[in-house]
């Protein structure tokens, strides 16, 4: 099983950014995705989830309204349009498959950094 995440970087506050995490190694169709991240110093947290068939969302109260789980089962990846970021958005970026749950060993991330 392999997770890689991408699109991370710097951006002004009020920005905006768009996180890919590529699948592999089980069988994507089937399986809830979940974006997480950890910030310095910080335990690792859910940010947010979607189904296995994609009806189904779950956010943190910190990021709804402003964070967009998506997928593409073509691709086997998951994505998270990040809008009107924020500087405590700022964290290492992570997919893994589970609805709020992590199932397999991580990635190694995407740092976004939010920062005037």
């Known amino acids: 099983v392999q997770f890689v995440e991408s699109g991370g970087g710097l951006v002004q506050p009020g920005g905006s950014l768009r996180l890919s995490c590529a699948a592999s190694?089980?069988?994507?169709?089937?399986?809830?995705m979940s974006w997480f991240r950890q910030a310095p110093g910080k335990e690792r947290e859910l940010v947010a989830a979607?189904?296995?068939?994609?009806?189904?969302?779950n956010y943190i109260d910190s990021v709804k309204g402003r964070f967009t789980i998506s997928r593409a089962y073509a691709q086997n990846t998951v994505y998270l349009q990040m809008n009107s970021l924020k500087p405590e958005d700022t964290a290492v970026y992570f997919c893994?498959?589970?609805?709020?749950?992590?199932?397999?060993?991580w990635g190694q991330g995407t740092q976004v950094t939010v920062s005037s």
């Open positions: 893994n498959a589970g609805f709020n749950a992590a199932l397999y060993t």
């Open positions: 190694g089980f069988t994507f169709t089937r399986a809830a």
């Open positions: 979607i189904s296995s068939a994609g009806g189904i969302t």
